[in-house]
């Protein structure tokens, strides 16, 4: 969680953006001001923030920070959980903000790139398109942050996607899964690939292989595989760059394993800074 001063002198903030992205396992909470930026932002799970109580808990948030309600200029919401906000809230209407719209236009916003296959991967994953400022939706896929919870659940018994990735990088890369030594003398890729990966997860029979090799295992598996599709797409759609945003962004080695797929596609991946907000950044550029 970041936060910031939010008195200038004795001049007091009034002129900020509520923005919210209500997804099925996380909802992000940011709040943007006009002219000084960034307020406050934060990733809530979904269990201990519920969207009954929403306005309970932002004007919790607002008066914590030392923010006046009638400065309220804009609330927007996207996300899945988007279609059970009220039509206003604290006297403002708020903006109903399209989803993928959202996730793109985030997306290529934090890389700092006109186009580019956006690539959220949240519970499940999107696969959305910017291209000269048009966004398109090429389907998705049900690997993602789910399918790594609902693992780690199974042999640790947490599904908290901050802990399971705490708990991952104690693990080795390579340790739970069956890999190939390849040789690439006579290629350019000698000097930065020496193997790929023939299955995943599949030393995890060896009984060597730990609970957080496993976790590190299943974060590469889905990451892996997401970004094999992508690169795959994005040739489809001559698409050069292909940005990852949403939770799983959270593993500090996903740019890493994205990198070696790229290697082997000739594809650029990009993970913007502060990823895990794209969508919701997204909701505040909306216009």
């Not at 809230?89 to 006109?114: N, P, R, S």
């Not at 598996?221 to 759609?237: D, E, F, H, R, Y």
């Not at 990198?259 to 950044?281: C, H, Q, R």
């Amino acid at each position: 969680m970041l936060q910031y001063r939010l008195k200038i002198g004795c001049e007091i903030m009034n002129n900020f953006s509520v923005n919210l992205d209500l997804g099925l396992s996380t909802s992000k909470v940011l709040i943007y001001d006009i002219k000084y930026g960034l307020i406050f932002r934060k990733i809530y799970d979904n269990d201990k923030y519920h969207i009954s109580d929403i306005e309970k808990n932002l004007k919790a948030i607002i008066d914590r920070h030392d923010l006046d309600i009638k400065g309220i200029k804009s609330i927007h919401v996207t996300g899945i959980g988007a279609s059970q906000m009220p039509e206003t809230l604290f006297g403002v209407k708020i903006k109903l903000c399209d989803e993928l719209e959202c996730i793109g236009y985030g997306g290529v916003k934090l890389a700092d790139v006109k186009d580019g296959l956006v690539i959220s991967m949240g519970t499940g994953t999107a696969f959305i398109n910017v291209k000269d400022n048009v966004v398109s939706h090429h389907g998705g896929m049900g690997l993602g942050g789910g399918t790594i919870m609902g693992l780690a659940k199974q042999l640790s018994h947490t599904s908290h996607f901050p802990s399971i990735v705490n708990e991952a990088l104690h693990g080795h890369n390579n340790k739970s899964d069956l890999i190939i030594d390849v040789d690439y003398t006579n290629s350019e890729k000698k000097d930065v690939l020496t193997y790929i990966t023939a299955s995943n997860l599949g030393n995890f029979k060896d009984d060597s292989v730990t609970l957080p090799d496993f976790l590190y295992g299943s974060l590469k598996m889905v990451i892996q595989n997401i970004c094999v599709t992508a690169a795959i797409l994005a040739k489809n759609l001559d698409q050069e760059n292909i940005i990852l945003i949403g939770s799983v962004t959270m593993f500090p080695h996903t740019q890493t394993i994205a990198s070696e797929v790229g290697i082997l596609f000739d594809k650029k991946f990009i993970v913007p800074k502060n990823a895990p907000y794209a969508t919701v950044y997204g909701a505040l550029y909306n216009k």
